[in-house]
């Protein structure tokens, strides 16, 4: 789909790819990728969220197809890459935050890209503070939404119980697949039946989880959004890789992105984070602004978590607009 109407409003028109392909990456993994917008412009690489949501024809929207050359792909086991998560044989061990870097670097390569934007929201902000604080010298400019880092107190809030304060009924049906004993680690409880090879165990596993994440990522219920997120192919995946993250901590020392974001002072940024964000609360993305200063900050006052939402949309554009120009 192109995306929540709304969006013809605020972002580009839709576009088609002018190229797809597979990058042959290591363990057997295949990578779909795409460029649309201007095979001459100036490279952009979209860093999608979850992990293991993909890509959607609607992300190509936030930059303007004449000056852009606009670069999506699927990372590691979800969207149209293979072998895909939902796969009761997929295997994880090699689908971390250091692989899907390694395949980021790789893809530039492939394109033979002396530097690019490096676009991120969610999960995807993770993904680009980590590629960009390991090759600073290849990221012209920098733009995260929706600021995530996997420190232990954002996994708790959102997946131990702190997030129910705002969204008890929701949370009530979030842990009902679990026993009352398994409560006390949630993120431990959720991982052992979402590697059962058993369907009648991690299907609903699956579900459950990404109906949890459907269900409050926006500022009003968005019923469509949640009917997504919920058919079972696709939600077995996003939950089996972002489990699969979220057990190990993102593969970080805890508090190393924002720890690190010195690395960041001389790439030109923009920081964009919707003021009731209940997924990843503002605190992450305002100790980014402080540890990052010289990226420009927007708190949008009205919004939640989702990119598609008007504020955050609008805040997106204007960044990538700011930066067309550049090198």
Known sequence: MSGPAHLDEILYPAIEPYETGELIAGEGNRLYWEQSGNPDGKPVVFLHGGPGAGTSTWHRRFFDPERYRIILFDQRGCGRSTPHASDPSADLRHNTTWHLVADIELLRR??????????????????????????????????????????RSELEWFYEGGASAVFPDEWEEFIAPIPVLERGHLIEAYHRRLVDPDPAVHVPAGIAWSKWEASTLTLRPDPDLVAGMTEPVAATAFARIENHYFLHG?????????????????????IVQGRYDMCTPAMTAWDLHRAWPEAEFVMVPDAGHAAFEPGIAHALRAATDRFADGE
């Open 250 to 270: 993102g593969w970080f020392d805890e508090g190393q992105l924002i720890a690190k974001a010195g690395v960041l002072r001389d790439i030109p940024g923009t």
């Open 110 to 151: 492939n394109f033979g890209i002396d530097r690019w934007q490096v676009f991120g929201g969610s999960w995807g902000s993770a993904l680009a503070l980590a590629y960009a604080q390991s090759h600073p010298d290849v990221v012209s400019e920098l733009i995260v939404r929706g600021v995530f880092t996997l420190r």
